[in-house]
């Protein structure tokens, strides 16, 4: 999508504080004991309240209203009897729609103390995001998100996941200009344009290459194995700074 008129701003600013608020409820909400289904129903239990459908539900037949992916998972976990413990890192995906609009964003929480270099990836991995969303601005080449990404992974000794890519949003869950690596890609040669809307979604990992299917057709596990993080903003390119459309408030 690339917004042109100020009420598509308007509805992509409605629906990107709903997931916002949604993830930021559920990522309180986490505690040792509580099996990653009674999480997804306080995620469900917001969007119904926002009037919001979840978007990997209502698009793809997702079992879940979110994906809740914990440690050897890093996406599309599906909500279910799985307890969650302490010093797991469990990853929250929350994506939905209002009003015809689409948003998107996720992040990684600690359950109370983790290993010292879990917490740095937890960190680090927010980072990545951030640099990769400072790189969007119109005119400016989409390969840069990924340049920028992979020379701090590469700085800091981790690797990244090269198979789950960021993507344009907005009239659709996954939508033009397609997937947007999050990693370097020598041939990719499109530029951002004023107004598009976009997901910023780098998957940084202790040694993981590669997101590979479970058996079930929607869990996807680290390839090799190894722990990996994400942090997710729905973001719009302007002329000057992006704006992030997936803040609570």
Known sequence: MTITQEHELDGMRVI???VANTLQRMGAAI???MTTAELDAIGRQCLDEAEAVSAPEGEYGFPGATCISVNEVIAHGIPGDRVIR??????????????GYFSDTGATFRVGPVRPQLDRLCKDGKKAMQIGIAQVGAGKPLGGIGQAIGRFADQRGYTLVRNLASHGIGHSLHEEPGE????PVRSERRRIQDGLVLTVEPFLSLGALWAEEADDGWTLLAEPPAPAVQYEHTIVATKGKPIILTLPG
């Open 31 to 33: 505690e040792p004991g």
């Open 86 to 99: 302490a010093g797991d890192l469990v990853n929250i995906d929350v994506s939905a729609s209002k009003g």
């Open 180 to 183: 947007i690596p999050t990693w």
């Open 16 to 18: 990107g504080r709903i």
